[in-house]
T-cell receptor, first 112, second 112 residues
Framework: IAGITQAPTSQILAAGRRMTLRCTQDMRHNAMYWYRQDLGLGLRLIHYSNTAGTTGKGEVPDGYSVSRANTDDFPLTLASAVPSQTSVYFC???????????FGPGTRLTVL | SQKIEQNSEALNIQEGKTATLTCNYTNYSPAYLQWYRQDPGRGPVFLLLIRENEKEKRKERLKVTFDTTLKQSLFHITASQPADSATYLCALRGGATNKLIFGTGTLLAVQP
């Protein structure tokens, strides 16, 4: 693994189903982020984690939850998916001492 | 309200010309501003960071300016190439946190 990986690459999901998007990084970055990207709205922060064991809410957290059990993994869960959660989801990480973020390849999620 | 604005219209230029992209913001006093490149179907990739006490930053064919009075950053690509075609996002640090606020991006198309 090099950098950040996300899984799945894409998913079609029925409304009401539970879904977990996976994110793993091998750079030992303390901070990790989940964004959604929608046409015309840009990247919006869903949840973040400054270090393992801590999480925080971003701009659009409703309907999503995260956990940070260790440094490498930062899964995003949709407890009961709704069509408005159709989007492209990006995970990112940041080294504590730096300001730039490194992004994963994204997960394209369609909720029907 | 706080806003970051990038030209939503695509910028079409001829190969070899200089491309100039604009990022304007209101109601922020960012410590720094970043520019990212995003190719279709991929995550953003960091390009440059400029701090509030810096007027200009260069990296190879890229140049960024930051005018905190005008609340504006300009991103220049000199001697543009078709391979420079992508969406370019500006992002700034929102408040006292390390969370980034992204603009919606500007699509640059360099014609051969």
């Amino acid at each position: 693994i090099a950098g950040i990986t996300q899984a799945p690459t894409s998913q079609i999901l029925a409304a009401g189903r539970r879904m977990t998007l996976r994110c793993t990084q091998d750079m030992r970055h303390n901070a990790m982020y989940w964004y959604r990207q929608d046409l015309g709205l840009g990247l919006r922060l869903i949840h973040y984690s400054n270090t393992a064991g801590t999480t925080g809410k971003g701009e659009v957290p409703d309907g999503y939850s995260v956990s940070r059990a260790n440094t490498d993994d930062f899964p995003l869960t949709l407890a009961s998916a709704v069509p408005s959660q159709t989007s492209v989801y990006f995970c990112a990480s940041r080294e504590t001492s730096a300001d730039t973020q490194y992004f994963g390849p994204g997960t394209r999620l369609t909720v029907l | 309200s706080q806003k970051i604005e990038q030209n939503s219209e695509a910028l079409n230029i001829q190969e070899g010309k200089t491309a100039t992209l604009t990022c304007n913001y209101t109601n922020y006093s960012p410590a720094y501003l970043q520019w990212y490149r995003q190719d279709p179907g991929r995550g953003p990739v960091f390009l440059l960071l400029i701090r509030e006490n810096e007027k200009e930053k260069r990296k190879e064919r890229l140049k960024v300016t930051f005018d905190t009075t005008l609340k504006q950053s300009l991103f220049h690509i000199t001697a543009s190439q078709p391979a420079d075609s992508a969406t370019y996002l500006c992002a700034l640090r929102g408040g006292a946190t390390n969370k980034l606020i992204f603009g919606t991006g500007t699509l640059l198309a360099v014609q051969p």
